[in-house]
C-alpha cells in the first residue's frame, strides 16, 4: 500500500467519523414574548418503538436530518413507521421564562402523512391516524399546549414525532416534517398567527373571488347575452373554492378528508378550462384546435380526480398538470399575442396579464427553490382576476351607453307611434259608432221579419231553421249592441238616466238571465241581498243591470262546477243616497296576475286559450268597467288561478219615497198547452215530504194524476203493480236510490219504454252522464222550474185522451191571501211559482222545512265528527234540493257550499257551519214573520176515508219490509187525519215506534189501529 493510499484511507476514516459525530443541538429558549424557532437539524430513525417517545432516551446514534425538508437522505421510497426528535432547553433561571411555562405552546407545520406528538414522552395530539387502522391528513398546521409536566426541572423539553407514511406514497420525495411553520412560543400569540396565516393569503382571496364571481354570475342572469360575464362568474368561485381549500380554515368544516382534497383538485384543474372560456369571450376570438386540446385535456385531469377513490391520484397528476398549465400558459400568450399584433385591443391587455402570469408560475413551481425567494402565484393571480374584472366592466358600462342610447332613440320613435296611435284610435271609435248604426237597421229587419215568419204555417224544417236564425240574430244583435256602447263610451257620449226602478226586479231580470245556461252547466246560482236596503232606488237600471249580468254571466260561462254567489250589500246610506256594493262571486278556473292587469282592456281575453274556448268579443269587461265609472263606481277583482274570481263594483243610487208598482205573477203554465197529457199518470219518487208535496200540488194543478214513493224500492213495487206514464226519480235516497231503482225497473220486462226522468239537485254534466247510463231519460234539476217540468212531460208522455181526475174543490181553489215578494233569505215569488201560487200550502212547507232542519246544521257537524262524511253530504243534499224548491235560496246555497266541500275531501270548515246556521236562524225569523203578516195559520192537509186507507196500507208494508220511509209515510197520515189523529191510541203508539226505528213494534200497533182506523168517516 502507497503513501497516497494511506493517507486517503485515513482522510475516509476521519470524514466517517465527523459524519458520525453530527447531532442534533438543543434550541435555547431564554424568552417567550417572541416564537423561536424549533426548525433545523432533528434526530431521525426509522421503526417503531414506544419507548423512543422517553425524554431520557440516548438518541445520540440517531441520523440527525433536516427539519422541514424533504425524505432524509436515502429514505425517499420508505413505506412505515418513523421517528423524529429534538431538544429544547427553557433557561429557568429567568423569572419571566418560569411565569409562563404554563402556557408554552408549539406549533408543527405540515407533516407526511400521518403523525403523533410527544412532549416529555405524553402524548399530545396528533393529524390523521396510524396503524392499525392509518388514515392519510397531511396539510394541517397544528398548534399544542405543552403541559407543565412535560418540562423537567431543569427545563429541558423533549419533542418526539411518531410519523407514518403508507405504502402508496412511495413515490413522493416528500416525508415527514415538509414544510410550514416550526416554533415555540406562547399559546395565545402562536393560535393568533395562525389565524393570520390562514387569512392571508388564501382566506382573503376566497372571499374577494367569491364575491366577484357571484357578482358577475348575477349579470349574466340578467343579461344573458353577456356570455364573458358567465364564465368569468365561474371561474372566479373555482379559484375561491381552491383558495379556501388551500387555506386552514377547511378543517373547521366537518367534511371527510379525502372530498377536501378532491374538491380542492377538481377546483384548480378546472380552473384553465374556464379561464379559456373567458378570454375567448372576452376578446371575441374563437379558439383554435390548440387551445380546445388543452381544455380537453384539462377537462381530463378533472375527471380523473373525480372517479379515483384515492389521495395517490392528487399527487400523481400534480406534477404533470404544473407543467401543462406552463405549457398552456406560453400558448395563451402566444395566441393572444398574435391577434394583439393584428389589432385586438383586449388581446393586448390579455397577453400582458398572462406573461405576467406566466412568470409568476415559473417562479413558484417550475424553478426548483423559486428566483425570487416568495411565491407570487396567489397574488398575481388575483391582480389578473382584478384587471380582467375591471375590463369586462368596462365592456359592460359600454354596454349600457349603447342600451341607453337606443333607449332614447326607441323613446322617440315611441312618441311619434303614439301621437299616430292616438288618432287611429279616434277614427276607430267613429267607424265603430257608424258602423253598428248603420249595422241596427238590418238586424232590426232580421229579426222582425223572424218573428213573423215563426207566426206563420210552417214546415217542422222551416220552423227549425228559423228558430236558429232568430237565436243567431239575437246573439248578433247583442254584439253590435255593445260595439256600440264602447264606442258612445269612448266618445263620452253615453250618460246615466236617474230614473225609480225596482231592485227586485233588477235582480230577478239578472237572474232569469243566467239560469237557463247555469243549469245547463249543473251550476248553483244564488242571488243574496243584505236586509236594509230600500226596495226602490233611482238610477240607471239598465246600465247597472247591464254590468251585473255581464258579471254574472261571465262567472257562469268560466265556472265549470260549484257555485255563482250574487250578493247586495250597502256601504254608505244617508237620507236620499246609498252606496251599494254588488259582488259577484265564482268557483271557476280564476286568474293569474299577468291576466288581471289587462283584464279591462278592450278587445282582450284572459289568453288564447280561453279565447277558444269562451268565445266573446272581449269587451263585455271593459264597457262595464267604464259603465260603473260612468255611475260614480269602480270594478275591482280578486282571483286566484284555478280556484275562482270575486268582482266587486259600487255604485250610488237615490232613495225614492213612492215604490215602483211590482209586477203580478203569472202562472207558469198559461203559455202551454198541456191538453194533450192530462190525465196521464205521474208517479213522483223522493225522500222527502216537502219536495213531493210541491210536485204533487205543481202537478195536479196540471190535472195529472199523480201518485208518491219515499225511496227507490217502494217505487220498483209500485210499479209493478200499476202502469204509469212517466216516473219523476230522484237519485239521492234510503233504502234504494234514483240510480239503481232505474236499472231494476229497466231489466224487467215490458219497462224499456217506460219515461223515467232524473229530477234532483246534481246537476252536473257527470250527474247527467250517470243518469243516461242507468237508464233514464231525461234531467229535471232542482230547484224545479214549472215550465220546465211540463214541457219535459209534454215531450216524454205519450199524447191522448184519458180519464181526467176531479177538478179542485172550491175550497181548495179558494183565492189565498196575498204574499211579499221577497223577504230576508227567502224569494217567496219564487216559491210561490213552484206551488202554484198556493200560499196556505207554501207556508205549511215552509213551517216544515224550518221545523225538520232547524238543526241541520249541527246535525251535519256531528255526522262529520263521527267520520260519516257522506251521510252529512246527503244531509246537505237534501237540505239544498228543499230550500231552493221553497226560495230559501241562501240556506241552499249554504247547503250546496258544505255538499261540495264534503264530496271534494271531506273536510268541513267551521265558518261553513257557521253561515248555514246563520241563514237557518234568518230565513225561520223571516217565516215566523210571513205568517204573522198574512194573518193564517197553515192547515193540515186533511184526506177523505179513501186516502187514508190507501195511505195506511203503503204504511203497514212499509213497516213490515223495514222500510225508514214508515216514518215520514206515519207523519204524512197523522196530517191527514188533522186534529183526531190523538184519539188513535195504537196509530200514535205506532208513530213512536217508529220515532225509535222499532219497525217489529210498530207493525204489531198498526194491526190494532187498522180497527180504529175503520172508524174515520
Known amino acids: ?140 398546521e397544528k398548534t399544542y399546549q405543552i403541559p407543565r409536566e412535560a418540562i423537567d426541572q431543569q427545563g429541558r423539553l423533549v419533542l418526539a414525532l411518531r410519523v407514518w407514511r403508507g405504502e402508496g406514497a412511495v413515490n413522493r420525495s416528500s416525508f415527514g416534517p415538509n414544510s410550514g411553520t416550526f416554533v415555540i412560543g406562547n399559546v395565545g400569540d402562536l393560535r393568533a398567527a395562525a389565524t393570520r396565516s390562514a387569512l392571508l393569503p388564501n382566506g382573503i382571496l376566497a372571499a374577494i373571488y367569491l364575491v366577484v364571481g357571484l357578482y358577475h354570475l348575477f349579470i349574466a342572469r340578467r343579461n344573458p347575452a353577456l356570455k364573458e360575464f358567465f364564465w368569468f362568474g365561474l371561474l372566479a368561485l373555482a379559484l375561491a373554492i381552491y383558495s379556501f381549500e388551500t387555506s386552514q380554515w377547511k378543517f373547521a368544516l366537518e367534511i371527510p378528508y379525502l372530498v377536501h382534497k378532491k374538491i380542492e383538485f377538481v377546483a384548480l384543474y378546472i380552473s384553465p378550462f374556464l379561464f379559456t372560456k373567458t378570454l375567448s369571450h372576452v376578446t371575441r376570438i374563437p379558439l383554435n384546435l390548440v387551445a380546445k386540446g388543452f381544455q380537453f385535456s384539462f377537462l381530463a385531469y378533472t375527471l380523473i380526480v373525480i372517479a379515483v377513490p384515492n389521495h395517490d391520484i392528487h399527487f400523481l397528476t400534480l406534477r404533470s398538470f404544473q407543467y401543462l398549465a406552463a405549457a398552456w400558459s406560453a400558448s395563451a400568450v402566444l395566441f393572444m399575442a398574435w391577434h394583439a399584433i393584428k389589432g385586438n385591443r383586449a388581446a393586448r391587455v390579455v397577453v400582458g396579464l398572462m406573461l405576467v402570469l406566466a412568470a409568476a408560475i415559473f417562479n413558484d413551481v417550475i424553478a426548483p427553490t423559486g428566483l425570487l425567494g416568495v411565491n407570487l402565484l396567489h397574488l398575481v393571480f ?101 260595439i256600440l256602447d264602447f264606442a258612445k263610451l269612448e266618445a263620452s257620449e253615453l250618460t246615466a238616466a236617474q230614473e225609480p226602478f225596482s231592485l227586485t226586479e233588477l235582480l230577478d231580470s239578472v237572474e232569469s238571465l243566467t239560469m237557463i245556461p247555469a243549469g245547463e252547466k249543473g251550476l248553483a246560482v244564488t242571488f243574496n241581498r243584505e236586509p ?57 278556473i280564476g286568474m293569474t296576475a299577468e291576466q288581471q292587469q289587462h283584464l279591462f282592456e278592450a278587445f282582450s281575453q284572459a289568453d288564447n286559450t280561453s279565447t277558444r274556448q269562451y268565445g266573446g268579443t272581449g269587451l263585455g269587461l271593459a264597457i262595464s268597467q267604464q259603465l260603473a265609472g260612468l255611475m260614480g263606481g269602480e270594478i275591482a277583482v280578486e282571483s286566484h288561478q284555478g280556484s275562482g274570481s270575486t268582482f266587486n263594483f259600487t255604485v250610488a243610487l237615490g232613495i225614492a219615497s213612492v215604490p215602483v208598482a211590482a209586477p203580478q205573477a203569472t202562472d207558469p203554465i198559461e203559455n202551454l198547452d198541456l191538453t194533450p197529457i192530462q190525465g196521464a199518470r205521474v208517479l213522483v219518487v223522493d225522500d222527502s215530504e216537502i219536495n213531493l208535496q210541491i210536485a204533487r200540488e205543481l202537478l195536479q194543478q196540471a190535472r195529472l194524476q199523480v201518485e208518491v214513493a219515499h225511496n227507490g224500492q217502494e217505487a220498483v213495487s209500485m210499479i209493478g203493480r200499476t202502469a204509469y206514464d212517466c216516473v219523476l226519480m230522484d237519485v239521492q235516497m234510503p233504502v234504494m236510490d234514483g240510480y239503481k231503482a232505474t236499472e231494476t225497473i229497466r231489466s ?25 247510463q242507468a237508464g233514464m231519460n231525461d234531467h229535471i234539476p232542482k230547484p224545479i222550474d214549472p215550465n220546465e217540468v211540463f214541457q219535459k212531460l209534454l215531450a ?129 225569523g223571516s217565516v215566523e214573520e210571513l205568517q204573522a ?55 200514535v203508539a205506532a208513530r213512536n215506534c217508529l220515532d225509535m226505528y222499532d219497525f217489529a213494534g210498530s207493525a204489531e200497533h198498526l194491526k190494532a189501529a187498522e180497527l180504529e182506523l175503520d172508524q174515520i168517516a
Open 796 to 924: 216524454w208522455i205519450e199524447p191522448g185522451e184519458r180519464a181526467l181526475p176531479a177538478p179542485e174543490s172550491p175550497e181548495d181553489a179558494a183565492s189565498t191571501p196575498a204574499m211579499p215578494q221577497e223577504m230576508p233569505g227567502l224569494r217567496v215569488s219564487e216559491g210561490m211559482a213552484r206551488v202554484g201560487g198556493n200560499a196556505r200550502l207554501y207556508l205549511k212547507l215552509l213551517k216544515e222545512l224550518c221545523g225538520e232542519y232547524a238543526d241541520s246544521a249541527s246535525e251535519i257537524q256531528s255526522l262529520r265528527q263521527q267520520g260519516d262524511a257522506n251521510g252529512a253530504a246527503r244531509l246537505a243534499h237534501k237540505l239544498r234540493g228543499i230550500a231552493n224548491n221553497l226560495g230559501a235560496a241562501e240556506v241552499g246555497g249554504c247547503a250546496a257550499q258544505l255538499e261540495t266541500a264534503l264530496g271534494s275531501d271531506g273536510t268541513l270548515p267551521g265558518a261553513m257551519i257557521n253561515t248555514l246556521a246563520e241563514a237557518l236562524t234568518k230565513l225561520m
Open 382 to 482: 388575483a391582480a389578473v382576476i382584478v384587471l380582467m374584472a375591471v375590463l369586462m366592466a368596462n365592456r359592460y358600462t359600454e354596454t349600457l351607453r349603447k342600451l341607453e342610447q337606443s333607449v332614447e332613440e326607441r323613446t322617440v320613435d315611441l312618441q311619434t307611434m303614439n301621437q299616430e296611435l292616438q288618432q287611429a284610435l279616434a277614427a276607430k271609435g267613429e267607424f265603430l259608432a257608424n258602423m253598428s248604426h248603420e249595422l241596427r237597421t238590418p238586424m232590426n229587419a232580421i229579426i222582425g221579419l223572424t218573428h213573423l215568419g215563426l207566426k206563420t204555417e210552417l214546415t217542422e224544417q222551416q220552423r227549425d231553421y228559423l228558430t236558429k236564425v232568430n237565436k243567431a240574430a239575437g246573439s248578433l244583435q247583442g254584439i253590435i249592441a255593445s
Open 532 to 588: 236594509g236596503i230600500p226596495e226602490t232606488l233611482i238610477g240607471d237600471a239598465q246600465r247597472l243591470g247591464q254590468v251585473l249580468a255581464n258579471l254574472t254571466s261571465n262567472a257562469v260561462k268560466f265556472t265549470e262546477r260549484g257555485t255563482v254567489q250574487v250578493s247586495v250589500r250597502p256601504t254608505q246610506r244617508t237620507d236620499s243616497l246609498i252606496t251599494l256594493c254588488f259582488t259577484v262571486a265564482d268557483t271557476g
Open 748 to 772: 224487467q220486462p215490458g219497462f224499456a219504454d217506460l219515461p223515467i226522468l232524473a229530477m234532483t239537485a246534481n246537476a252536473l254534466p257527470q250527474d247527467r252522464e250517470r243518469a243516461r
Open 1 to 140: 500500500m502507497n503513501l497516497s493510499s494511506c493517507c486517503r484511507g485515513l482522510l475516509a476514516l476521519l470524514l466517517l467519523s465527523a459524519i458520525a459525530q453530527v447531532h442534533a443541538e438543543a434550541i435555547e429558549i431564554y424568552d417567550l414574548g417572541q416564537p423561536t424557532s424549533i426548525a433545523g437539524i432533528w434526530q431521525f430513525k426509522p421503526g417503531d418503538d414506544p419507548g423512543w417517545a422517553d425524554p431520557q432516551l440516548d438518541d445520540s446514534d440517531w441520523q440527525a436530518v433536516k427539519v422541514p425538508a424533504t425524505a432524509p437522505e436515502g429514505y425517499a421510497s420508505y413505506a412505515g413507521i418513523a421517528w423524529y426528535r429534538v431538544t429544547a432547553n427553557l433557561h429557568l433561571e429567568d423569572a419571566p421564562l418560569r411565569d409562563q411555562l404554563s402556557t408554552v405552546a408549539v406549533t408543527l407545520g405540515m407533516i407526511q402523512s400521518a403523525y403523533e406528538l410527544y412532549a416529555g414522552g405524553k402524548l399530545l395530539g396528533g393529524v390523521g391516524s396510524l396503524p392499525p387502522q392509518p388514515f392519510i391528513r397531511y396539510d394541517e
Open 933 to 987: 203578516s198574512v194573518g193564517t195559520e197553515p192547515e193540515a192537509a186533511r184526506g177523505g176515508a179513501k186516502e187514508n186507507r190507501e195511505l195506511f196500507e203503503k204504511l203497514m208494508l212499509a213497516a213490515t219490509e223495514n222500510d225508514p220511509g214508515a216514518v215520514d209515510m206515519a207523519e204524512q197520515l197523522f196530517q191527514q187525519l188533522g186534529a183526531n189523529a190523538e184519539a188513535f191510541p195504537a196509530l
